[in-house]
């Protein structure tokens, strides 16, 4: 199994307050990937990284920031959190970009709860 | 625009076969990918099609028509463990390689 890890796993926060998740590989792998998912909702893309200090934007990156200083790491910052942010956040890891016959790897997730 | 379909759920018989369907409409395909992911865990990679034809590993097989933009994994002899959501994701090529993702279709096996 690729080495994801991702903290914390589960997180209950108030709106308003900024909220920081983390993801860490030990693949060494170039691309990594924040995703969100929802029920009834594909999985959807907040932010990816395709190297150190190089990110991009995902469909639905607004209220989302993401740094990415080292490879192993991949930070998701929730500046101020929303209800409609209380969701279950997945990292994933790939060494191409993920489309692109290259399997993602996903760590277990974080379940975030906005009250 | 772009879009994928899947069955929101499905029911099969321990022991029977299966197949969930996937069709999707996209510009730079660059191939499908299926995974399965259990109640509470990530997903897991099962399968990756990018020619037609069918790809057998296993219990599992996948099967991809590039012209009419469909998919279907084949899942034989099932067993309980198998109940959990398919994803099916499309990769693009003129969205760097991003994935689209159908919201999944979740198969309940009785026994």
């Known amino acids: 199994d690729a080495g994801i890890t991702q903290s914390p796993r589960h997180k209950v926060t108030e709106t308003g307050t900024p909220v920081t998740l983390r993801c860490h590989q030990t693949?060494?792998?170039?691309?990594m990937y924040w995703y969100r998912q929802d029920p009834g909702h594909g999985l959807r893309l907040i932010h990816y990284s395709y190297g150190v200090k190089d990110t991009d934007k995902g469909e639905v990156s607004d209220g989302y920031s993401v740094s990415r200083s080292k490879t192993e790491d991949f930070l998701l910052t929730l500046e101020s959190a929303t209800s409609s942010q209380t969701s279950v956040y997945f990292c994933?890891?790939?060494?191409?970009?993920?489309?692109?016959?290259?399997?993602?790897?996903f760590g277990n997730g974080t379940r975030l709860t906005v009250t | 625009g772009q879009n994928i379909d899947q069955p929101t759920e499905m029911t099969a018989t321990e022991g029977a076969i299966v197949q969930i369907n996937c069709t999707y409409q996209?510009?730079?395909?660059?191939?499908l990918f299926w995974y399965q992911q259990h109640a509470g865990e990530a997903p897991t990679f099962l399968s990756y099609n990018v020619l037609d034809g069918l790809e057998e590993k296993g219990r599992f097989s996948s099967f991809l028509s590039r012209s009419k933009g469909y998919s279907y994994l084949l899942l034989k002899e099932l067993q309980m463990k198998d109940s959990a959501s398919y994803l099916c994701?499309?990769?693009?090529?003129?969205?760097?390689?991003?994935?689209?993702w159908g919201a999944g279709t979740k198969l309940i096996i009785k026994p």
């Open positions: 994933a890891i790939a060494n191409q970009p993920g489309g692109n016959n290259s399997p993602l790897h």
């Open positions: 994701a499309v990769g693009r090529r003129d969205s760097n390689y991003q994935l689209i």
């Open positions: 693949e060494n792998h170039r691309y």
């Open positions: 996209t510009s730079g395909f660059n191939g």
